[in-house]
């Protein structure tokens, strides 16, 4: 990964990042936690992607196994309007100033599973794989920056909209709550650039075992025991992120945030008063819809005559 020759402000690209795999959590359901509802027909994974959709993001990648992404799938579809312009309703011509945001869903790569699969590097894959998958049509739509969003947490979704161009800028921004960020472990948005990929995933490389004993230069001869191999695997976020570079100026208080990664913390967040708050956001701003492929009919006729 690398970085742009010359960032264009006008031209930059911003990835959401929406990590599923590797949480490691499970409330006992057929379904993955970040399917859990947090209010009516409203769950925790589209309030995820509300969030990178009020950030700015112009791209937004959820990185999930393929044995829970057709559930994800048929629940969100492959894009989201962008909140921002959806509702210029006093423009002459409102349909045609919508910007959609399309959705990719991408799966751990098998070599990685039960290896360094930990929630972070979860993170790290998504904007590796945004990165190259962008970088196969032109250089020039690589991302500039990743903003991550966690589905295991709930906050106001639109609170990264009043950040739009700090997030979408040179440093990285950090949401924070009691003083605490991404880099005490916390389930809180954040952005980061290519140079911050490239040390967090040395994290990984460097201090994560592997199978055999490091024995400096020489040809390794023992296994580590069992319990000690690949220990990546359970590298924290804090752990991962810690060489991401933070500035004061471009950290935000939260009002309020519930972490839902378990199921006290679920069960409290139901018996807090912002809970009242959530509420599913207005019909055809996020909605089920495919893109059609070229000289394929519209699948979609039927739903986009019932916007309002």
Request: hydrophobic share 35%; net charge negative.
């Amino acid at each position: 990964m690398e970085e742009k020759p010359d960032i264009n402000k006008n031209a930059f690209h911003l990835a959401g990042i929406v990590p599923v795999s590797g949480h490691k959590k499970d409330f006992g359901f057929e379904w993955d936690n970040v399917m859990m509802p947090i209010a009516e027909n409203y769950t925790a994974i589209e309030r995820s992607i509300m969030e990178c959709a009020y950030a700015g993001c112009e791209t937004i990648w959820i990185v999930c196994n393929k044995d829970i992404q057709p559930l994800i799938r048929h629940r969100i579809g492959e894009m989201v309007q962008d909140p921002i312009w959806y509702g210029r309703v006093l423009a002459a011509y409102p349909e045609d100033q919508r910007k959609q945001i399309p959705i990719y869903y991408i799966p751990i790569h098998p070599k990685d599973r039960d290896r360094v699969d930990c929630y972070a590097w979860s993170i790290l894959h998504g904007a590796n794989t945004a990165y190259w998958i962008s970088k196969q049509t032109s250089i020039w739509v690589t991302p500039d920056k990743y903003y991550v969003s966690f589905p295991l947490s709930v906050y106001p979704e639109d609170a990264p909209r009043q950040y739009r161009s700090k997030i979408s800028s040179d440093n990285n921004f950090f949401f924070c709550y009691n003083g605490k960020t991404v880099k005490d472990g916390e389930y809180l948005g954040f952005s980061f650039g290519p140079q911050d990929f490239i040390e967090s995933r040395r994290v990984i490389r460097k201090e994560g075992t592997k199978q055999w004993k490091h024995s400096g230069d020489e040809m390794p001869t023992e296994k580590l025991p069992i319990e000690k191999r690949w220990s990546a695997r359970n590298f924290s976020l804090d752990k991962v992120f810690k060489p991401v570079i933070i500035i004061e100026s471009d950290i935000k208080e939260l009002e309020w945030f519930h972490d839902l990664s378990t199921w006290e913390g679920y069960v409290n967040f139901f018996a807090s008063e912002e809970c009242k708050t959530i509420k599913r956001p207005y019909e055809g701003l996020i909605k089920y819809h495919e893109w059609s492929g070229l000289g394929v009919e519209n699948a979609n006729k039927d739903n986009d005559n019932n916007d309002d």
